[in-house]
């Protein structure tokens, strides 16, 4: 008796249990479904999306792969080889005969797939419902109100949340009530997104829409979304053009040393990045051949490869050829952009004349999002603080270690310095292969965001040469507001007028603070300047 009682109360708990699962499905919309008129089915679809029931589920899969279907006594459909009753969910055997598939046409397609895709909005983990969000921007219609209501309530992620107010306003805007049109409006006029924009944008015009008040306040919403949008890609240039302006001080460091030390016009130092950027390339190739599990580390292991390879180029040509030809400027001229060339066919000869493939770590794919169309990339944030430590450790070498010290005596007065026992010819050297790894630096850092090939220094040689002049030779100060300076207003400008345009006004305006100011933003101090 009493193991009859537990066995009944157990088998109330189970059905207790599972009884939201299995709870039908409204008749009247299933039914419906089968409906002839578009509208009809476009309507049930919606109102059983809308329940997130994952009955509804399954019948609307079913729907979308032409696996429902009617007779005059039942509807039912097909799953994993199995009949299953409309209504109840409950499984047919023998699934009935003398039935009819139930059809629907691309207009129908269209929205049941906008309801399957919604019902990613209720899953568990917030990844996923933002990633379906974003999915359903470009797609989201008045069929899916019922189904974002429902997600809108049970939402407790602020991120995703925000992101379904707009989606729920958006897809309202094509609500045949006019009040719910203008609702919609005043809720995407706080969007930064531009498909919003140009959604309210096809409401100004009255062949889209023809009540007055919903036009003026789209034109209002626009305005607005314009008026963020333009601070949003001022935003975006400035930062294009601090981790543009990185890239040009890694490459300018070096010149400003050679060229300050030696006063050697160097037309080979955009080959030392080339040389850098290589060497990213062969530790990349290392260690995808010897060290696949520790890949996300090649660009580490890659720094020092890059300085020394460069370093060790730099000596060499120093060695062999600059020293030969100092005082006679235009023969290093000359002789430096033959040395280019060289380095130029030396690249093609060892990896070929096709740039090669050199990709960003894991950690630094991806970017930090500020707003919807604001992401910052974490490669060019990367590059943007791998630049500041380059020139933090460049400032310390030249102040606090005897180097540094020589090299700044050089600099402001080699014949002084050579008298007082410093050794001119070898600080020559070494400042010369110091100011070609941190151009290698430069190249690993360009490796990260451009393409790597032979000819890739030919394009940073001219701007290299521009913030050293900018700046004042010899000076880092200047080299680093000159890098950072430049890098800002050729991306602000190229946004405004184009790039070319952007060149030659940003050359013009050289030109002419040069002639105003030749020693540049900052003169070297020294009895020589006297």
């Known amino acids: 008796m009493h193991k009859s009682v537990y066995a009944r109360v157990l088998a109330l708990l189970l059905w207790l249990l599972c009884a939201p699962a299995m709870a039908a499905l409204d008749a009247r919309l299933v039914k419906q479904l089968t409906d002839d008129d578009s509208d009809q089915k476009i309507a049930a679809i919606s109102a059983l999306a809308a329940t997130a029931s994952p009955d ?41 005969e003398d039935v009819d598939t139930v059809s629907i046409n691309n207009r129908v397609r269209g929205a049941l797939q906008g309801a399957l895709s919604g019902f990613s909005l209720l899953d568990k983990d917030p990844a996923v419902r933002m990633k379906s969000v974003q999915a359903l921007q470009s797609s989201v219609g008045p069929a899916m109100v019922p189904m974002l209501t429902t997600a809108l309530k049970t939402e407790t992620d602020k991120g995703v949340k925000a992101q379904l107010e707009q989606l729920l306003a958006q897809a ?89 030390v030696m006063g050697v016009i160097n037309m080979a130092h955009g080959e030392l990045l080339m040389v850098g950027a290589y060497s990213a390339y062969v530790t990349q190739g290392v260690f995808r051949a010897h060290f696949a599990g520790a890949q996300d580390w090649y660009l580490v292991a890659a720094i020092p490869v890059a300085f020394c390879a460069a370093a060790l180029v730099g000596m060499l040509m120093e060695r062999t050829v600059i020293r030969w030809l100092y005082g006679r400027p235009l023969e290093t001229l000359l002789a430096t952009w033959g040395i280019s060339l060289v380095l130029i066919q030396a690249a093609r000869a060892l990896f070929g004349p096709q740039n090669v493939e050199v990709s960003n770590p894991s950690w630094m794919s991806g970017g930090i999002e500020l707003l919807p169309s604001l992401i910052l990339p974490w490669n060019r944030v990367v590059i943007i603080g791998f630049a500041l430590s380059v020139l933090v450790l460049m400032w310390a070498i030249m102040q606090k270690t005897r180097l540094g010290l020589f090299v700044r005596a050089v600099t402001q007065n080699r014949a002084m310095a050579g008298c007082v026992g410093v050794a001119t010819r070898r600080v020559d050297t070494l400042a010369f292969g110091l100011g070609a790894g941190i151009a290698g630096l430069g190249g690993l850092a360009l490796s990260q965001i451009a393409n790597v090939g032979p000819d890739m220094g030919q394009g940073y040689i001219v701007d290299s040469f521009l913030v050293v002049v900018l700046g004042g030779v010899g000076q880092l100060a200047g080299a680093v507001w000159a890098a950072l300076g430049l890098g800002i207003v050729t991306k602000l400008l190229e946004g405004w007028a184009g790039a070319v345009i952007a060149k030659i006004l940003v050359l013009a305006f050289i030109i002419v603070f040069i002639q105003r100011r030749p020693q540049g933003l900052f003169a070297l101090k020294g009895r020589v300047v006297d």
């Not at 209002?220 to 935003?235: G, H, P, T």
């Not at 300018?252 to 060229?259: D, M, S, V």
């Open 56 to 96: 509804a589920q399954k019948l609307l899969t079913a729907l979308g792969n032409d696996a429902l279907y009617a007779s005059d006594s039942k509807i039912w459909f097909k799953a994993d080889d199995k009949a299953y009753d409309a209504v109840s969910g409950a499984e047919l055997n023998p699934a009935p």
């Open 172 to 260: 309202n805007l094509q609500n045949p009530d006019a009040k719910a049109r203008l609702a919609a409006v005043d809720g995407l006029a706080h969007s930064n997104s531009p498909a919003a924009r140009g959604l309210l944008l096809a409401l100004t015009d009255p062949a889209h829409e023809k009540d007055a008040t919903v036009r003026t306040a789209a034109q209002s919403a626009v305005a607005s979304i314009d008026s963020r949008l333009a601070w949003i890609a001022a935003v975006a240039n400035v930062f294009s053009g601090l981790s543009l302006g990185s890239i040009l001080l890694l490459a300018a460091l070096g010149l400003a040393i050679t060229y300050g």
